[in-house]
């Protein structure tokens, strides 16, 4: 399997917006899910959001719901995920990865890539 790659990360203001992109070049992505975990500095990576790519159902954390959305495009070549009204807590680096389940972020597998870092300033 092909390691996905993030992109779109960058500085921004909170309060402000941003999309992530999670994809392999115009391959299709493959399994049942992907999601995004991201990872502040000193902490574990966490869980962000998650879908299913074949029924479309998502599932998110609760610290980020009604602020961001995942989508993934009807190629099934790329992932995304739009952050709205950004917090500084929201600083963290972003990951995207495979899941067996999209309502489980524990059965996330294959490697981890470099991440695109977001920083969100006050």
């Known amino acids: 399997q092909v390691q996905p790659v993030e992109s779109g990360g960058g500085l921004v203001q909170a309060g402000y917006s941003r999309r992530l992109s999670c994809g392999t070049s115009?391959?299709?992505?493959?399994?049942?899910?992907m999601g995004w975990f991201r990872q502040a500095p000193g902490k574990e990576r966490e869980f962000v959001a998650a879908?299913?790519?074949?029924?479309?159902?998502?599932n998110y954390a609760e610290s980020v719901k009604g602020r961001f959305t995942i989508s993934r495009n009807g190629a099934g070549t790329a992932m995304y995920l739009q952050m709205d009204d950004l917090k500084p807590e929201d600083t963290a680096v972003y990951y995207c990865n495979r899941l067996l389940r999209e309502y489980d972020p524990g059965t996330a597998y294959g490697s981890w890539g470099q991440g695109t870092q977001v920083t969100v300033s006050s």
């Open positions: 115009g391959r299709t992505l493959s399994g049942n899910a």
């Open positions: 879908i299913n790519f074949m029924s479309g159902r998502t």
